[in-house]
């Protein structure tokens, strides 16, 4: 008798984990969107924006006109080699990782 408000908490208490690892899963497969993307919020989002707003250090929106009209390849050439003040990252990041960051950049301009 002593022991079970413990066991009905511990119930609780792994349902609420359950519960959360759940939505976590939900948003990294779901919504796997570049704000969401550690590598970028580690590299980009500093002069690029949290939601690739563009921000700091004339880092420029990575949601515009210019961006939708340049090809895949453009985007990589960039990221992988730099331009102008665009620091380059072929060194930094694996080219799977490069590849995920310009098709996450890519979904963000089809919307
Ligand atoms: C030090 C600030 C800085 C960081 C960090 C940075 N960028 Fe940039 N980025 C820029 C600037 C400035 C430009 C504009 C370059 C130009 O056109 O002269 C740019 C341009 C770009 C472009 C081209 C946009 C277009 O419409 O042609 C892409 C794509 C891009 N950055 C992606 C990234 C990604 C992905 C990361 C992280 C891996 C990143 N950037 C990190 C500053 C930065």
Same mark, same amino acid.
């Given at each position: 008798?002593? &022991? *079970? =408000?413990?066991?009905?908490? /511990?119930?609780?208490?792994?349902?609420? +984990? !359950?519960?959360?690892?759940?939505? /976590?899963?939900? *948003?990294?497969? &779901?919504?796997?969107?570049? +704000?969401?993307?550690?590598? $970028?919020?580690?590299?980009?989002? #500093?002069? @690029?924006? #949290?939601?690739?707003?563009?921000? @700091?250090?004339?880092? =420029?929106?990575?949601?515009?006109?210019?961006?939708?009209?340049?090809?895949?390849?453009?985007?990589?050439?960039?990221?992988?080699?730099?331009?102008?003040?665009? =620091? #380059? $990252? &072929?060194?930094? !990041?694996? =080219?799977?990782?490069?590849? &995920?960051?310009?098709?996450?950049?890519?979904?963000?301009?089809? #919307?």
């Amino acid at each position: 008798m002593k &022991t *079970q =408000p413990f066991a009905i908490l /511990v119930v609780i208490v792994s349902c609420c +984990a !359950l519960f959360a690892s759940v939505t /976590v899963l939900a *948003q990294t497969t &779901t919504d796997a969107g570049l +704000a969401t993307n550690p590598i $970028y919020k580690k590299n980009c989002a #500093k002069c @690029h924006g #949290k939601a690739a707003e563009g921000r @700091h250090f004339g880092g =420029p929106s990575l949601i515009s006109d210019k961006t939708r009209a340049a090809s895949d390849d453009d985007l990589r050439n960039v990221i992988s080699n730099g331009k102008g003040r665009m =620091p #380059k $990252y &072929t060194g930094k !990041l694996t =080219p799977e990782e490069i590849s &995920t960051l310009v098709e996450q950049i890519k979904a963000l301009n089809k #919307k």
